[in-house]
């Protein structure tokens, strides 16, 4: 997933078995997990790599989460 992230600065919302990805859509649960992995990952070995990738995808999903407007909260 790292190398995938790395070559498309993305990840897609959805893989196929050959890793080839669909970018025509963000899944926002599934990469929330995917920042949850690396956060788990860089908590394991420290590694500055994975916590920067935690963020980065973070970071992008949580300004989606602002546009998605909820009835009956104002």
């Not at 993305?10 to 956060?39: E, I, M, N, P």
Request: charged content about 10%; some cysteine.
């Amino acid at each position: 997933i790292y190398i995938v992230q790395q070559n498309n600065d993305t990840l897609a919302g959805r893989y196929d078995a050959h890793w080839q990805g669909d970018y025509t859509f963000k899944c926002v649960t599934g990469h929330a997990q995917v920042s949850l992995l690396f956060a788990r990952a860089y908590q394991m070995n420290q590694n500055p790599l994975y916590l920067h990738q935690a963020v980065n995808i973070f970071s992008k999903i949580v300004t989606k989460q602002y546009h998605i407007p909820i009835r009956g909260l104002h």
